[in-house]
């Protein structure tokens, strides 16, 4: 019996103690009617040998391509300790830390996670981690709705350069709250949403206004002026970040005259695998003045009975299992093992080694863009900086390029054809650290033969 | 002179210009950087740590050893289902080829991780009896979320907006009302009999047509089997409602009833409970949902199909127009669904109608063992389901010994404590679950350690009010915590 040590002596001595026949007989409070039949649909069990050989085979299958996909998910090199210590069983099988004498390692490891978050974005205060960036976003959004008391129209502004994905969960998340996201397009030539673009709004009832930074389609934005353009018009600024680049890039805290309000981002960059898109886990900072509107897990450092520091949730009268249908919001876990990994790997870079895998993500970007772009027929879309991501315009449609250099090996990108019509000849690409000169070739060599 | 055995936070072990230089590439000339105009550099590098590789591995090594955990401890928690997380999941997930793809990685690319999901959503059909099964939503709240969503969308579709309210049983998770309120409806409670279950006459009551749905789980949070479900899912149906079921107590009857069978239109599993993966100190779960045939269209996005010729595709908004949309930027915790595929083909048919047959088995005999040695059950006249609750509010009144100075002692007993306070309608409570993969030995010591520690009660209450004494830290003060709010370090 897989995982169940009973012995049929224990079996015996256990329904003894309880007075029963059999185990069916504890369930005779279930109606008859109701019991299951013989779950046809399910196969036989396997030994573990035989589901790992069968996984393995099916992990190999879908190994081997050189990827150069960003798009919100980004490979970068994951030291050998970050997952050897996350997947410690003391980690990796505990749970919420509701007995905090019993959890403090988890605890301190959350309070660590939240001042390295804190630091990064510059700002007052974090969360212990949320589901993703994308459903953060969302969170991010209700938030500023409860924070920005006196905006009353439950109106946000949300750039279309913010990553469609992103706005769709956001969508999905906020449908049913009353909240309206009104759309703000971006500069065609720049890739960027600049301030002009918003003039329309200007003293419109908005609670925020979203800023990405790098945006979707890698563009650096003028953080500064938009967030005094938002602060002067009464809104809330909402940061979504790429943890990577926050070692170059301003830190939203220090963006225009005042910093913004709530900071949002996915921190799987830092040490988190791509593995299909999760678990990943999105960070959540904000001002100290707007901490009581933050949803999810909060750990503060407090004292025990004999004075000695320790930690321990906080602020729980936030959350849904003491104030239920008034909760900030019905999130109950945080990522905990995708945190403790980005915890560790920011620990193992450092300042110094955060900021050198930014600086060769960057720097491989221009590279891949100035080997790409030299070929025939392939340009820059816009002209706007970028961090590691660009988008390239084709001489054919994305979706005709891509699967022809899928099938030679190459993941060359996302078509954004996807999400904007109009730029159904482009493909945004990235490339990180772990993209070397040699990969660069062979795609740039790859693509003019596609192309020719 | 302290060690880096004590507290100390990684801040405090940093000094300036020390680094873990295996783990970053050689810094690159400043000219490398010239694209990024100067205005939006950042001034001043972050204050991340400055430590050797060493000293991280040994503070997060140190760390990780003050926590309980299943692989170290019983760890009884009620609703929350501690069960083995078997470390072969953890290696199947974690193989290269999966822990290496791009969730945009195009489907010629990852035909075996589709493959996979695809099986692993037919099985959760199986077990569940329901006629649609999506794997995205992140966590048991946001799949309570997606289902609330969906009886909404229903509602919407039929122009039934008249509709305005979820009905609760007053012992529901937190969760099932802030997860109403999230979706746009008001929340009216049920009260709950003495014996556990629904006041079936107060819920007929409170059906009508401004009723959305019925939000519950079975067996209840009381530990139960809710026996009227029948007439719960007619009185609700009758009404034009849909009923949701809260996966979260789905260890107790797994393979042994089949929510879709009760008559719920909407289920969600907790795959971090009832299929084994790990809670990781609080995450990532996964909370798949499962509908009834009505319920399809709406289904969260994307879901895994396969076509005739056997290749697996991904079903977005454009093969389901109604969907409810998408919930996380990609497709979930693919990580977290790729160690509960593995379970569920070690398990198998046999082994998935063990898990219910044998929690309900270890969960009945620790009731009667705790019952021996004088503890009151909550409810005394029912069989307990993968859980039970026990009220110390006799020991409360006359030893001045709460439920949270138990729980505390027993983590001197090198035990988990159950849940507490949990449901909130049973004073001085706890919640125990003991699960199906603790040997008898294991429950046996929790009944002498309890035994003990009430024998203490009796004797010496003040020894319970103060403790724990073994753990790394004494009882915390949780009112500095809130009043003196300190959630970053400052070095200042």
């Known amino acids: 019996m897989p995982f169940i040590p009973h012995t049929s002596d224990d079996v015996q001595a256990m329904l003894a103690a309880i007075g029963a026949d059999s185990i069916e007989d504890l369930f005779d409070e279930i109606p008859a009617h109701l019991k299951a039949g013989a779950l046809a649909g399910l196969p036989e069990g396997l030994s573990e040998m035989e589901v790992t050989a069968l996984m393995a085979a099916r992990a190999r299958q879908d190994a081997g391509a050189l990827c150069f996909l960003g798009a919100g998910a980004y490979e970068h090199h994951i030291p050998a300790a970050v997952w050897e210590i996350a997947t410690r069983g003391e980690y990796y099988t505990a749970y919420t830390p509701y007995q905090a004498e019993a959890s403090q390692g988890t605890l301190q490891t959350i309070y660590e996670f939240q001042t390295l978050m804190a630091r990064l974005t510059g700002m007052d205060a974090s969360n212990a981690s949320v589901y993703d960036g994308a459903s953060g976003l969302a969170e991010a959004v209700l938030m500023a709705l409860r924070a920005n008391r006196k905006s009353k129209s439950g109106r946000v502004l949300m750039p279309e350069a913010v990553n469609p994905r992103y706005r769709q969960a956001v969508a999905a998340i906020c449908e049913n709250q009353n909240v309206e996201l009104v759309s703000v397009p971006f500069n065609t030539a720049e890739g960027t949403t600049p301030v002009a673009a918003l003039a329309d709004h200007a003293g419109e009832d908005f609670a925020a206004l979203v800023i990405a930074q790098p945006n979707f389609f890698g563009a650096l934005e003028d953080v500064d002026a938009l967030t005094d353009w938002a602060h002067a018009q009464g809104m809330l600024v909402i940061a979504l970040v790429n943890p990577t680049a926050l070692a170059l890039l301003t830190p939203p805290g220090e963006w225009g005259e005042k910093g913004a309000d709530i900071v949002i981002g996915e921190a799987q960059p830092l040490g988190i695998p791509l593995s299909s898109g999760g678990p990943y886990c999105g960070f959540m900072c904000c001002k100290q003045q707007h901490i009581r509107q933050m949803p999810g897990r909060i750990i503060g450092r407090t004292v025990d009975l004999e004075g000695r520091p320790g930690f321990t949730l906080t602020l729980q009268a936030r959350e849904q299992h003491i104030r239920r249908s008034k909760a900030t919001s019905n999130i109950c876990t945080n990522q905990g093992l995708a945190m403790t990994a980005a915890t560790i790997y920011l620990s193992l870079l450092g300042p110094e080694g955060l900021e050198a895998v930014a600086a060769h993500s960057h720097a491989n970007t221009q590279d891949l863009v100035a080997r790409l772009s030299a070929i025939d027929g ?40 996807l999400d904007f019509p109009a730029l159904a000849d482009c493909v945004l690409v990235c490339a990180t650290e772990t993209r070397i000169a040699d990969d660069i070739d062979l795609y740039a060599t790859v693509l003019a033969e596609v192309l020719a | 002179m302290s060690t880096q055995t004590d507290n100390q936070l990684i801040f405090e072990l940093s000094r300036p210009g020390r680094r873990a230089a295996a783990q970053a590439p050689r810094a690159l000339p400043e000219e490398r950087l010239s694209a990024i105009p100067q205005a939006l550099r950042r001034k001043q590098r972050p204050a991340l740590p400055e430590v050797s590789e060493l000293q991280v591995v040994r503070h997060y090594t140190n760390l990780s050893t003050r926590n309980f955990a299943i692989d170290k401890q019983f760890y009884p928690l009620g609703s929350c289902t501690m069960k083995y997380n078997p470390r072969g999941a953890n290696r199947a997930a974690m193989l290269p080829g999966f822990l290496g793809r791009h969730p945009l990685a195009p489907e010629s690319h990852s035909q075996g991780y589709l493959a996979c ?54 012992a529901a998770h937190g969760t099932n009302p802030a997860t109403a309120v999230m979706c746009g409806y008001k929340v009216r409670e049920v009260p709950v009999n003495k014996e556990g279950d629904v006041d079936l006459e107060a819920l007929k009551a409170a059906c009508g047509p401004q009723t959305a749905g019925l939000m519950m789980t079975n067996p209840s949070t009381c530990g139960v089997f809710e026996r009227q479900i029948d007439g719960i899912a007619k009185a609700v149906h009758e009404a034009g ?60 996005t994307p879901i895994v199909g396969r076509e005739e010729d056997g290749r697996y595709r991904w079903l977005d908004q454009h093969d389901l127009p109604q969907s409810i949309g998408h919930l996380s930027a990609f497709m979930g915790n693919a990580g977290v669904l790729l160690r509960a595929y593995f379970y569920a083909r070690v ?28 503890c009151t059950p909550a409810y005394p006249a029912r069989r307990a389901s993968h859980e039970f609750i026990l009220t110390f509010a006799k020991e409360s009144k006359t030893l001045g010994v709460s439920a949270m100075d138990i729980a505390k002692r027993l983590l001197d007993y090198n035990q988990h404590a159950p849940t507490t306070y949990f449901p909130l309608l049973v004073p001085e409570c706890f919640l125990i679950e003991p699960t199906e993969t603790e040997t008898k030995e294991a429950l046996d010591e929790f009944v002498a350690a309890m035994e003990s520690i009430l024998a203490e009660a009796r004797d010496n209450p003040e020894l319970l009010k103060g403790a724990p004494y073994s753990q790394p830290v004494r009882r915390l003060d949780d009112v500095k915590a809130a009043r003196e709010l300190d959630l970053v370090w400052s070095n200042v």
Request: hydrophobic share 40%; net charge negative; glycine share 14%.
């Open chain 2, 117 to 170: 999901l695809f099986e692993l959503q037919e099985f959760l059909k199986e077990v569940t009896g329901m006629q649609g099964v999506s794997l995205t939503p992140m966590a048991g709240a946001q799949g309570e979320f997606a289902g609330v969503a969906m009886i909404r969308a229903y509602h919407e579709a039929r122009n039934d907006d008249a509709r305005t309210e979820i009905l609760i049983p007053e």
């Open chain 2, 241 to 300: 409602g849909l009923l949701y079921y809260d996966g979260a107590n789905l260890n107790a009857i797994l393979g042994k009833v089949r929510p879709g069978d009760m008559g719920f239109d909407v289920i969600h599993m907790n795959l971090h409970k009832t299929f084994a993966t790990p809670h990781g100190g609080g995450g990532p779960g996964a909370g798949p949902v499962g509908v009834s045939e009505r319920l399809k269209p709406f289904l969260p």
């Open chain 2, 347 to 374: 398990l198998g048919r046999e082994g998935m109608i063990r898990v219910g047959e044998y929690s309900t088995l270890a969960a009945n005999y620790l009731l009667k063992r705790l019952e021996a040695i004088g």
């Open chain 1, 378 to 417: 392939v340009s820059l879309a816009f002209a706007s900086p970028t961090f590691h991501e660009a988008v390239l315009r084709l001489p054919k449609p994305a979706s005709e390029v891509l699967p022809k250099l899928a099938e030679r090996g190459i993941i060359g990108g996302y078509d954004l054809g």
